[in-house]
């Protein structure tokens, strides 16, 4: 923070911010410890402190050992404040997670979505998860292209209609709203687990796809250098529409592939072209049209590509279920929208 000036109520935003992030990032702190991470002044950070913790946004945890002099008091964000919940309809349900800001987790389970209406069912279980918990931002993964806060929907890019949850989620509610493609969000959630097992490797460095395959059609997460690409019209990734020859798409292929070799065509051919694309040094492959047992022959049959020998060829890797990645990636997001407008006025 050295050198930055500006207008109070911004510099104490900033401050305020950078204090979140600390805690968030140390689980909890003396005000020694967060002068030392933040360079911010013990003059800041003592009033910044007393006041969170009168809002109940922090609280006051153990002492800590004396080192001759008086015991200094730690203190950690309240895990029952500012909670946020991720959720995405698919198969007739609703699967969600309650998260606290630290990462503990209040709720992870799924509701069935009753008489076809999604949005009901959406609606209703945010509705109780804020009656029981301190939520404070939702995170809403949803298939398609999601442009200004909106989704769109279709198979054929003439056809494209407006998919109008997070709207109506938005009029319902008076917090933030993420709203995010299934498969950035899921490519996302599986790069931060990915770091969290690998602490070598460096997100800011990433490079992956997440390609996920079903009948109804395909499309791809992509990372690169750590960050999701949505492309200028958030199109990046909507694989379905691939021109495959004959006046078809990859969307106009998928209900036909009757055969483990039809498949492994298919993936084959599209993993090459993702790989000249974006030259990910990771391809993610699942949904329901590939089988965990397919995955050498997957692999043996981008050997066989032309120009794609085994230096060029990413690592690939089959994921069966996203549900892990998918909610990971969500809550991700809305905890990095929600953490710079702390603290949050009451709301009803």
Same mark, same amino acid.
């Given at each position: 923070?050295?050198?930055?000036?500006?207008?109070?109520?911004?510099?104490?935003?900033?401050?305020?911010?950078?204090?979140? #992030?600390?805690?968030?990032?140390?689980? %909890?702190?003396?005000?020694?410890?967060?002068?030392?991470?933040?360079?911010?002044?013990?003059?800041?950070?003592?009033?910044?402190?007393?006041?969170?913790?009168?809002?109940?946004?922090?609280?006051?945890?153990?002492?800590? !050992? %004396?080192?001759?002099?008086?015991?200094?008091?730690?203190?950690?964000?309240?895990?029952? !404040?500012?909670?946020?919940?991720?959720?995405?309809?698919?198969?007739? !349900?609703?699967?969600?997670?309650?998260?606290?800001?630290?990462?503990?987790?209040?709720?992870?389970?799924?509701?069935? /979505?009753?008489?076809?209406?999604?949005?009901?069912?959406?609606?209703?279980?945010?509705?109780?998860?804020?009656?029981?918990?301190?939520?404070?931002?939702?995170?809403?993964?949803?298939?398609?292209?999601?442009?200004?806060?909106?989704?769109?929907?279709?198979?054929?890019?003439?056809?494209?209609?407006?998919?109008?949850?997070?709207?109506?989620?938005?009029?319902?509610?008076?917090?933030?709203?993420?709203?995010?493609?299934? =498969?950035?969000?899921?490519?996302?959630?599986?790069?931060?687990?990915?770091?969290?097992?690998?602490?070598?490797?460096?997100?800011?460095?990433?490079?992956?796809?997440? /390609?996920?395959?079903? #009948?109804? %059609?395909?499309?791809?997460?992509?990372?690169?250098?750590?960050?999701?690409?949505?492309?200028?019209?958030?199109?990046?990734?909507?694989?379905?529409?691939?021109?495959?020859?004959?006046?078809?798409?990859?969307?106009?292929?998928?209900?036909?592939?009757?055969?483990?070799?039809?498949?492994?065509?298919?993936?084959?051919?599209?993993? %090459?072209?993702?790989?000249?694309?974006?030259?990910?040094?990771?391809?993610?492959?699942?949904?329901?049209?590939?089988?965990?047992?397919?995955?050498?022959?997957?692999?043996?049959? =981008?050997?066989?590509?032309?120009?794609?020998?085994?230096?060029?060829?990413?690592?690939?890797?089959?994921?069966?279920?996203?549900?892990?990645?998918?909610?990971?990636?969500?809550?991700?997001?809305?905890?990095?929208?929600?953490?710079?407008?702390?603290?949050?006025?009451?709301?009803?």
């Amino acid at each position: 923070m050295t050198g930055v000036t500006g207008k109070p109520e911004l510099m104490k935003r900033m401050n305020t911010t950078l204090l979140y #992030r600390t805690l968030i990032r140390l689980g %909890s702190a003396t005000r020694a410890e967060v002068a030392n991470e933040t360079n911010l002044s013990a003059t800041t950070i003592r009033n910044l402190f007393e006041e969170l913790e009168a809002g109940g946004e922090i609280v006051a945890g153990a002492l800590d !050992r %004396s080192s001759g002099g008086r015991r200094a008091q730690r203190y950690a964000l309240n895990p029952a !404040r500012n909670l946020t919940l991720a959720l995405y309809c698919a198969g007739g !349900r609703i699967d969600y997670r309650i998260t606290g800001l630290t990462g503990d987790v209040a709720a992870d389970s799924f509701a069935p /979505i009753e008489d076809g209406d999604t949005v009901e069912a959406v609606l209703r279980l945010i509705a109780d998860c804020r009656s029981r918990w301190d939520v404070r931002a939702v995170g809403l993964g949803v298939s398609g292209i999601v442009e200004n806060g909106r989704a769109y929907i279709g198979s054929e890019l003439d056809t494209l209609v407006p998919n109008d949850l997070g709207a109506r989620v938005r009029s319902a509610f008076p917090f933030p709203l993420v709203l995010e493609n299934d =498969l950035n969000a899921t490519a996302l959630g599986y790069m931060n687990r990915y770091h969290r097992e690998h602490s070598s490797c460096s997100p800011a460095g990433f490079n992956m796809a997440y /390609i996920h395959f079903d #009948r109804e %059609s395909a499309g791809a997460g992509v990372i690169a250098n750590g960050q999701v690409v949505h492309g200028a019209k958030q199109f990046a990734g909507e694989l379905g529409f691939l021109p495959m020859g004959h006046k078809q798409t990859l969307n106009d292929l998928l209900p036909s592939v009757s055969s483990r070799e039809d498949c492994l065509d298919i993936v084959s051919r599209v993993v %090459s072209i993702v790989n000249c694309v974006t030259n990910p040094e990771l391809v993610v492959v699942g949904g329901s049209l590939f089988d965990a047992a397919w995955l050498q022959y997957a692999l043996d049959r =981008l050997n066989a590509q032309p120009g794609l020998s085994s230096p060029l060829r990413p690592l690939l890797v089959y994921r069966g279920d996203n549900r892990e990645d998918y909610l990971d990636g969500l809550t991700y997001l809305t905890q990095q929208d929600l953490v710079p407008r702390l603290p949050l006025a009451a709301f009803d």
